[in-house]
C-alpha cells in the first residue's frame, strides 16, 4: 500500500511569485486535507477537499486555492507569494466516512526570499 | 475558540528513565484526540486516536490517555529512537470539513 506522497521536496520562491505544490493522496483514500506548518510550530489548517470538493476552510486568504482530481490527488496553489508563507506544507489522506483519521505525506519545505 | 496546549515544550531523558508528556485542550465537540509523532523535517506519523474520556490506548513504548480536559503520552524505558516530536490534536468540525487543531508539540530527546 503507497502512503502520501508529495512532490516537489523542496523549493524556493521569491516574494511576490507563484507557486503549485502537489500530493497524491493514500490508496483508497478520498478526503485530501491541508496544512501549512511553520517552523517550532503544529500545523495549521488550511482547507480539506472531498470529492473533488473544498469543504471547509481554516484562517488562510483567498491567495491559497486548491484543487482534488478525480483520482483524490490534489494540488495546493499560492499566489503573491509573501515571506511568512515560508514553512512546511503538508498534505494528509483520509478513508471514506474516517476524515478525522489523517495520514500525512512527507511535506514541501518552501522558501520565500 | 479551540485551544491545544502540550507541555513540557521540550523534554530530556535518559534511556530507560519513563516520563509523560501533556496535552490539554478546550474544543467544543470533540471529535477524537489524536497523537503523532514528528521526525525532524517529515511529516507527522500517527500513533493513537482517543475518542472518550477513560480510554486507554498502548503501541510498543507508548500508552496514551484521556480524560474530559486532557490527554497523556506515557512513555516506558524509553529509547533513543523514541526522539522526536510528539503532537497532540482535536478533531472539530469546521462546516463540512472535518480538521485537526494541533498543539505545538513536545520536543523529546532520549540520551543513551
Known amino acids: 500500500e503507497t502512503g502520501v506522497t508529495q512532490s516537489p521536496t523542496h523549493l524556493i520562491k521569491t516574494r511576490g511569485q507563484q507557486v503549485t505544490l502537489r500530493c497524491s493522496s493514500q490508496s483508497g483514500h478520498n478526503t485530501v486535507s491541508w496544512y501549512q506548518q511553520a517552523l517550532g510550530q503544529g500545523p495549521q489548517f488550511i482547507f480539506q477537499y472531498y470529492r473533488e470538493e473544498e469543504n471547509g476552510r481554516g484562517n488562510f486568504p483567498p491567495r491559497f486555492s486548491g484543487l482534488q482530481f478525480p483520482n483524490y490527488s490534489s494540488e495546493l496553489n499560492v499566489n503573491a507569494l509573501e515571506l511568512d508563507d515560508s514553512a512546511l506544507y503538508l498534505c494528509a489522506s483520509s478513508p471514506e466516512g474516517a476524515a478525522y483519521e489523517q495520514y500525512f505525506g512527507p511535506g514541501t519545505r518552501l522558501t520565500v526570499t | 475558540e479551540d485551544q491545544v496546549t502540550q507541555s513540557p515544550e521540550a523534554l530530556r531523558l535518559q534511556e530507560g528513565e519513563s516520563s509523560s508528556l501533556n496535552c490539554s485542550y478546550t474544543?467544543?465537540?470533540?471529535?477524537?484526540l489524536f497523537w503523532y509523532r514528528q521526525d525532524p523535517g517529515k511529516g507527522p506519523e500517527f500513533l493513537f486516536t482517543?475518542?472518550?474520556a477513560g480510554e486507554e490506548k498502548e503501541k510498543e513504548r507508548l500508552k496514551a490517555t484521556l480524560t474530559k480536559k486532557e490527554s497523556f503520552l506515557h512513555i516506558t524505558a524509553p529509547k533513543p529512537e523514541d526522539s522526536a516530536t510528539y503532537l497532540c490534536?482535536?478533531?472539530?468540525?469546521?462546516?463540512?470539513?472535518?480538521?485537526?487543531?494541533f498543539g505545538s508539540g513536545t520536543q523529546l530527546t532520549v540520551l543513551p
Open positions: 490534536a482535536v478533531g472539530r468540525s469546521s462546516g463540512s470539513a472535518r480538521q485537526l487543531t
Open positions: 474544543v467544543s465537540g470533540l471529535r477524537g
Open positions: 482517543l475518542y472518550s
